[in-house]
């Protein structure tokens, strides 16, 4: 299980078993691929020396999106693009990347049976000597009062922890 299945199961039974048992595909929307086009771009940024490489990779996912090529989608490509050079130097405040698209993982009883916990963290920094868990959110609204933003970073820094690393602070960051 991993923080976004957890997630997809408190709001919706019947929807985490058509997703993750079933794995029933749903075609791709604008938002899911702008959210994934800047998740890629920021781990490419992020990797790289080159901001030229965060671009690119930007321009990799749109090109690969099975997408209707339309007005909407140059508009959106547009607005990545412009949401990108927005970004890009708000990173380096962040601190110094340690994990950059991680996957962790780690093993709870509940009730006698062994259950894995497992999921990707966006980023973590290091920053005056403590550990921030970081988590890009490419959504409409973002808030710290989210249950499922909560939820979510405490099972990153759990995660964190059961892999003998110790998070400071979780940080949702709104890039859209």
Do not use: W
């Not at 800047?38 to 992020?46: N, T």
């Not at 006698?112 to 973590?124: H, S």
């Not at 979510?152 to 820094?157: E, G, N, R, V």
Request: aromatic share 8%; glycine share 4%.
């Amino acid at each position: 299980l991993s923080p976004s299945a957890i997630n997809e199961y408190m709001e919706s039974p019947p929807t985490f078993f058509a997703r993750r048992v079933l794995r029933i595909h749903e075609p791709p929307t604008l938002a899911l691929v702008y959210g994934s086009a800047m998740h890629a771009a920021i781990a490419a940024a992020l990797s790289s020396a080159t901001v030229d490489n965060a671009y690119m990779t930007l321009e990799r996912v749109f090109a690969c999106s099975l997408l209707l090529r339309d007005a909407a989608f140059e508009k959106l490509r547009a607005e990545a693009r412009s949401t990108l050079k927005a970004v890009l130097p708000e990173l380096a405040a962040l601190g110094t990347p340690v994990h950059i698209e991680k996957s962790f993982s780690m093993m709870r009883n509940v009730d006698g049976t062994p259950v894995e916990l497992a999921g990707k963290i966006d980023a973590t920094f290091k920053k005056d000597n403590n550990l921030f868990v970081a988590d890009f959110k490419t959504g409409g609204s973002v808030s710290a009062k989210n249950e499922t933003y909560i939820r979510q970073l405490a099972l990153y820094a759990v995660m964190l922890a059961a892999n003998h690393e110790s998070v400071a602070e979780g940080l949702l960051l709104r890039v859209s």
